[in-house]
């Protein structure tokens, strides 16, 4: 009963066009990462604003809570084929984040960097979408441990790793650089679309 369920939302989405190619839907909201979940002590937690910007940024949890926030209903989808389709999202609105930021003309990108040194990046035009966020609740939620509380970049138009959990620091550089998955193999771009994959597929 619960697969014929799944597969009768699966081929409505994909009729609607919303279901890339490869990709399966998932009811579950698998749990995927490298390394151990952070434990955290909110009062020492800072996020940080830094690199080709006028002035170094940081935030406490309390202040960074005070910032304007917005809600967004997206579908996601992780590299290793599942989609999850309608979740919802709250937190700052990365648009409305740069603005308090004098970000220079030069920079380009914009590297997330997250615990145990884990890093990703994406253009900065990417980043400025009006459905990206720095996230800290899921399905109206502080989000879970396992799902990058307390705070993690939510990027849906890229596959999932690209949406950076347990976020301390965001860099602004006028070159990319390749992030930890990156240079496992993993495609650059992470076009779900595109199936960009890892490098050496489609897309590529």
Known sequence: MFQDKRREL????????????????????????YG?????????????????????????????LKLPTK??????????????????????PFKEFVALLRVKPEA?????????GFTTSLP???????DVLLAYKYDGQFLEPDHG???????????FWKSAKWLRALEFTDKDRLGFW???GYHNEADPWKEQRTVGRIGW
């Not at 509380?149 to 596959?159: D, S």
Request: aromatic content about 14%; hydrophobic content about 40%.
């Open 10 to 33: 699966e081929k409505k989405v994909a009729e609607q066009g919303r279901l890339p190619p490869g990709q399966s839907l998932t009811t579950k909201f698998p749990v995927l990462h």
């Open 71 to 92: 809600t967004v209903t997206c579908d996601i989808h992780c590299v290793t084929a599942w989609s999850k389709f309608d979740t919802v999202w709250e937190g700052v």
């Open 149 to 159: 509380y307390p705070l993690r970049t939510l990027v849906p138009k890229k596959y």
């Open 36 to 64: 151990p979940v952070p434990q955290y002590d909110m009062s020492k937690w800072t996020l940080r604003a830094f690199g080709l910007i006028e002035k170094e940024m940081t935030w406490t949890w309390e202040e960074f």
């Open 182 to 184: 990156e240079q496992a």
């Open 108 to 116: 380009k990108f914009v590297i997330a960097h997250c615990e145990y």
């Open 124 to 130: 900065l035009e990417v980043m400025l979408d009006d």
